[in-house]
Each structure stands twice: as C-alpha cells, then as structure tokens.
C-alpha cells in the first residue's frame, strides 16, 4: 500500500499568515493526490484534487501544487475559518490512503 | 441536491458483524464514473479509507481489512452496503460514507470524494 505522510502534524498560525502543509507518498503517485479539510465534528470537505485543481466553490487563497511524491497544500492568507485539520489522500492506486493530518490552530 | 446519510448500530459487541447502510439521494448509483466510498475516523485521529464501489461494480478494499469488509449496492434502492465481521473495540469510529467521482482530465481520471454524510458513530464494546 502506499503510505501518506504529512508535517508538520499541527502548526500555530495568525490570521493573514501564508501557510504550506507537505504531504509525501512513499512511491509516486503523478499528481493523483487529493486535499480535504476537516473541521471539528463535521465531515471533510474536498478542497482540491489532481493536486493542484481546486474544487468547486473553494477559495482561491487555497493552491496546491507537486508531482511524484512531494505535494504541497498553501494557504496564502489564514483566515478564521480556516483553521481547522489537512488531510492528503492519494488516489493513484487502491486501496486509497489517507495522512495523518496536519492540525492548524490560532497562534 | 446531493446527500448522503449512514444508518446503523450504534453499539456493537465483539466478535459481532457490523452492518451499515449509506443512503444516497440527488444521484443515481447506476451514473457513470461515480461511486460511494466508506471510511471511518477513530476518536481523535486520522481518517481511514476502507473501501469503494463504482457504478460498473468496480471494488476496492482497505488491505489490512479485506477479510472482514465487503461492500455491495441496491440501484433501485439508492443504497451502498458495508458490512464487517468480527467488531473489535478499536473498530469505534465515526463512519462516513461520502460519493466519490472518478473526474476525467484527459488523459487521465481521478478519484476524489466531493459529497460526504454526518458520519455515524460506531462503539464496539461488550
């Protein structure tokens, strides 16, 4: 199976910080990584898939980018609704993985 | 209006089978490139994928797991399936079923999960 791994695990930011999550697939994936968002007690929600193409109806201060098996999730201005949990999951080859998460709380 | 919502026990004993059902409504389970994914979320940590269907039938398990889950559909009924044998405590999670498309780029396809239900919550205790 393909293993996801993320960092930093949780980081502290202010509102207006420019904020990277690193996500890495143990072999390559191309761009086959997705990014979901995760606030407490509800669903995930998907942000961003093929890496860099971002969902329908999701701000454009989120970006992504990466190929092979370094991937990058950007968030160029942290606003309050943004902090919350980061999941990459890759979708290359079943069964599809998931990271551990990178939880981003106020400063 | 797409939705998707999980049903099932709340409590489940060891050594039990877990059935749970995803009901979906505003698409059809028989679309083209879609599907329905189930995965789940122990208290406090990450989410774990645990399978997939697609409308062709195509099936995808967790590998840890794949002697004890199996996944099926009912078209007629809007219904995914998952079952799992053997329950042990750490099967407590939250379960979530969530539609999963697989989104053409040409040249290539890619599966990601849009739509999600609330989640249930499953204990396994005695």
């Known amino acids: 199976d393909i293993q996801m791994t993320q960092s930093p695990s949780s980081l502290s930011a202010s509102t207006g910080d420019r904020v990277t999550i690193t996500c890495r697939a143990s072999?390559?994936?191309?761009?086959?990584l997705n990014w979901y968002q995760q606030k407490p007690r509800k669903a995930p929600v998907l942000l961003m898939y093929?890496?860099?193409r971002l969902q329908s109806g999701v701000p454009s201060r989120f970006s992504g980018s990466g190929s092979g098996t370094d991937f990058t999730l950007t968030i160029s201005s942290l606003q309050p609704e943004d902090f919350a949990t980061y999941y990459c999951?890759?979708?290359?080859?079943?069964?599809?993985?998931f990271g551990g998460g990178t939880k981003v709380e106020l400063k | 209006q797409v939705t998707l919502k999980e049903s099932g026990p709340v409590l489940v004993k060891p050594t039990e089978t877990l059935t749970l059902t995803c009901t979906v409504s505003?698409?059809?389970?028989?679309?083209?490139?879609?599907?329905v994914s189930w995965i789940r979320q122990p208290p406090g940590k990450a989410l774990e994928w645990l399978a997939h269907?697609?409308?062709?039938?195509?099936?995808s398990y967790r590998t840890s797991l794949k002697s004890r889950l199996t996944i099926s559909k009912d078209t007629s009924k809007s219904q995914v399936v998952l079952t799992m044998t053997n329950m042990d405590p750490v099967d407590t999670a939250t379960y979530y079923c969530?539609?999963?498309?697989?989104?053409?780029?040409?040249?290539?396809?890619?599966?990601?999960?849009?739509?999600w239900g609330q989640g249930t919550m499953v204990t396994v205790s005695s």
């Open positions: 269907i697609f409308s062709n039938d195509e099936k």
């Open positions: 999951q890759q979708s290359y080859s079943p069964p599809l993985t």
């Open positions: 072999q390559s994936i191309s761009n086959y």
């Open positions: 093929a890496a860099s």
């Open positions: 505003g698409f059809s389970l028989s679309n083209a490139r879609m599907g």
């Open positions: 969530a539609r999963t498309l697989r989104i053409v780029v040409v040249p290539a396809a890619y599966d990601a999960s849009d739509i």
